[in-house]
């Protein structure tokens, strides 16, 4: 199974940017879809930012135009551009990937990835005001 690992998190005051790094172990190629999900305190898991492999991006619309989802299959890497950052952006952020055969999923406000096999640590990213 392949195995991600996040980073990039940190503390940064509102309005400041992070660049979120998931290097899988195995062919990011592979994968359908991966995304990037977070979950406050108290709050349960959400999708932010997806990317299929013959589709473009999609976006929570709590993030849309701050943030940036990217991925560089030679480095085996996802990643997650965040500017603007509000104290509401604070949670746990994780990466995810599906196999060969996932999918990809848009309500139009809210997004993620159909059979996710596999999820990383998590990296926390707290907004202060």
């Known amino acids: 199974q392949v195995k991600l690992v996040e980073s990039g998190g940190e503390s940064v005051q509102a309005g400041g940017s992070l660049r979120l790094s998931c290097v899988a172990s195995?062919?990011?190629?592979?994968?359908?879809?991966m995304g990037w999900y977070r979950q406050a305190p108290g709050k349960e898991r959400e999708g932010v930012a997806t990317?299929?492999?013959?589709?473009?991006?999609t976006y929570t619309t709590a993030v849309e135009g701050r943030f940036t989802i990217s991925k560089d299959n030679a480095k085996n890497t996802l990643y997650l551009e965040m500017n603007s950052l509000k104290p509401e952006d604070t949670a746990l952020y994780y990466c995810?990937?599906?196999?060969?055969?996932?999918?990809?999923?848009?309500?139009?406000?809210?997004?993620?990835?159909?059979?996710?096999?596999?999820w990383g640590q998590g990296t926390q990213v707290t907004v202060s005001s």
């Open positions: 995810a990937i599906t196999g060969e055969y996932g999918g990809a999923w848009s309500t139009g406000d809210t997004v993620g990835c159909n059979g996710v096999d596999a």
């Open positions: 195995g062919d990011l190629e592979n994968s359908y879809c």
């Open positions: 990317i299929a492999r013959d589709g473009g991006p």
